[in-house]
């Protein structure tokens, strides 16, 4: 699923313009994007929590030349599906 399908269902689901649904879905990416470069954690009860995790400097090696190479530390983010979710996903 991409944001178009997902923008389509929540019209569909709400009975609402594709128009607001996009709407929707952009203030829900921009605000939950915001929160983590704040490194807030955001946690939606039953579905998951979106957090960030930092990565120390290593070192790597270039797979085509063999080169030492550094990589630089960073910032990254990361989902943990909630129990609902994980529960959902684990039927059989």
Known sequence: MNKADLTNRIA???RISKTKATAIVETFMGSVSAALEKGERVTLVG???FTTS???AR???N???GDLITIP???VAR???G???RKALNRK
Do not use: E, I, V, Y
Request: proline share 8%; no cysteine.
């Open 59 to 61: 070192n790597g090696r």
């Open 54 to 56: 930092h990565h120390k």
């Open 47 to 49: 579905f998951g929590t």
């Open 83 to 85: 129990s609902k979710l």
């Open 63 to 65: 797979p085509h030349t």
């Open 79 to 81: 989902f943990s599906p």
């Open 73 to 75: 530390a960073r910032r």
């Open 12 to 14: 569909a689901s709400a």
